[in-house]
């Protein structure tokens, strides 16, 4: 079984380091198991987040959603695509017409392949963040933006909520569901993601894994956070579970 993790929500708190007790278990999982990590975020944020002897048990690690490849501290593969200035325009535009009460600047995160924007911006502290968290859940403003950048853009990029505060936005098909190339058709595929929602940034590679459980060779998980990833994982090693935990 290949096991493949988001991170960002899904093995840390969000922007947040690994639970001392959960990276003793996830080293153990690690270990023992095929695991794979794919996030939006670049090498560095994720080695803030993710110890670094974790980080190096996994087989690759997919940064930038897949644009950016690295197996240990080696790099495998790198997209040097990125925006243009037609869409920079758009969410400028975007950035100015919220009505958030706080704009704390850095909106744009260029990383390869991938553009990570952001209203609240990136230089918020945790206050801030938590104030966006809640203003999004209630005004489903990034959502809103996602789907006016794919009116717009949808032939050749595509925009999809990702964490508590961004949009990320990569060419179409170089999203996480890219890194599904590196499998074969008979591998079965672990899926877990906090995400995977139509319009988030795990939603592609979890529909794509789940087509796959068609076979039987597939599973897909929407978790809500680390604490439900790690009772997941624990029901996961029970032998036979994949037949009686539901695929959502």
Known sequence: MNYIFDVDGTLTPSRGKMDKKFESFF??????????????????????????????????????????????????????????NDVNIFLLDELDNSRFYRKTGYHF?????????????????????????????????????????NKKFGETMQATVAGE????????????????????????????????MEGGNDHDIAEAVKLKGQTKRGWAFQVEDWEDTYRLLWALQNAGVHEHVGVV
């Open 27 to 84: 080293e153990h999982f690690a270990t023992h198991n095929a695991c794979y990590l794919v996030t939006g975020s670049n090498r560095e944020k994720t080695l803030e987040q993710i110890p670094e002897h974790i980080y190096n048990l996994c087989l690759r690690v997919y940064q930038c959603s897949g644009n950016h490849v690295f197996e240990q501290n080696k790099e495998v593969y790198v997209d040097p695509w990125t925006i243009t």
């Open 109 to 149: 995160d260029y990383r390869p392949g991938l553009v990570n924007f952001s209203i609240v911006g990136r230089q918020c502290n945790l206050e801030d963040r938590a104030m966006y968290k809640q203003w999004d859940e209630h005004k489903l403003e990034r959502q809103g933006i996602a789907e006016r950048f």
């Open 165 to 196: 505060t961004g949009i990320d936005i990569t060419e179409i098909g170089k999203g996480k569901v890219q890194i599904l190339r590196d499998f074969k058709d008979t591998d079965e595929i672990t899926f877990i993601g906090d995400k995977t």
